[in-house]
């Protein structure tokens, strides 16, 4: 773990056949011996979380002894630093991608708060499983996973840019599974299953381009996680419920100004050099 270590050696189809292992196994984990309960009842859940944990470190593990030993010739760094579990910058790691998320839903933190008041940002229970599923496990595994294990073996071999475009896509295809729970249930139309199933697809391969980014950027896990974590919280944005507003000129405009501020500010607020990222710093 402490021993420095690269992935040069792979190859790029190696590299995308690792990160479809990994998405298949993180995918296949959900499924093993289920109880055919609904995903939302507590056995499901206590069920998968186990499962999905088991999942997640079986990928560090392949990830782990997949990598050759360090040489002159390869970028290298302890197992752990590629996988962005390390202390130099933690404390920017953890506020400032939390600040982005907020600027870029600006305009729904305000709609919540003229609706519900400061009480409606604190009203989750803890004690509720689905709480910990949604905002602590699912995000917290899949981007070990799909960020954490699958950046190593993609940026030796494509580089920084085509990575954080590549990466997302096993991110996105892994959610296609919720298809099949929706038919199950019979209570959604074939037509809407396939609709919702490219919808979620699209803006989770659209968020998985950020995570990445963020991720490489910071050299950090844990902004990537808190980011998904905070995006798991406000959900996908309201944009009808916002134009039909009663005070929908205001909650409009902090729309456009969080949107505009934090296209204005994510570069500079993500710069390596603020979170000590020597090895995926390179700006890019």
Not at 8 to 21: E, F, M, N, Q
Not at 40 to 62: F, G, M, N, Q, Y
Not at 145 to 158: D, E, H, K, S, T
Not at 205 to 212: A, D, K, Q
Request: aromatic share 14%; glycine share 6%; hydrophobic share 50%.
């Amino acid at each position: 773990m402490f021993v420095e270590v690269c992935y040069d050696h792979i190859s790029k189809v190696g590299a995308i056949l690792s990160c479809l292992a990994f998405a298949i196994l993180y995918v296949g984990s959900l499924y093993i011996k289920s109880q055919r309960l609904p995903r939302d009842h507590p056995k499901t859940i206590k069920e998968r979380i186990l499962r999905v944990s088991l999942a997640s470190a079986l990928a560090c593990v392949i990830l782990f002894f997949s990598s050759s030993n360090s040489t002159s010739q390869c970028q290298s760094a302890t197992f752990l630093e590629w996988i962005g579990i390390r202390f130099e910058g933690l404390i920017p790691a953890v506020f400032l991608p939390s600040f982005l998320i907020i600027i870029l839903f600006l305009g729904p933190v305000v709609m919540l708060l003229i609706d519900h008041g400061m009480k409606s940002l604190f009203s989750s229970q803890m004690s509720d499983i689905t709480i910990w599923r949604n905002y602590f496990v699912a995000p917290l595994s899949e981007e070990l996973v799909f960020r954490g294990c699958m950046l190593p073996l993609l940026v030796p071999a494509f580089g920084k840019f085509t990575s954080i475009l590549l990466a997302p896509w096993f991110f996105g295809l892994a959610h296609i599974h919720h298809a099949s729970e929706q038919y199950k249930t019979g209570s959604y139309p074939l037509s809407t299953i396939v609709a919702s199933t490219l919808f979620q697809a699209s803006y989770t391969t659209i968020f998985g381009i950020l995570s990445s980014y963020i991720f490489l950027r910071t050299g950090h896990l844990i902004s990537a996680f808190i980011s998904h974590a905070l995006c798991n919280m406000m959900g996908f944005p309201e944009f009808e419920h916002a134009l039909t507003h009663r005070h929908n000129i205001i909650i409009s405009l902090n729309f456009v100004l969080g949107l505009a501020s934090f296209i204005i500010i994510l570069g500079p607020l993500t710069k390596p050099s603020i979170y000590g990222n020597t090895l995926y710093g390179d700006e890019f």
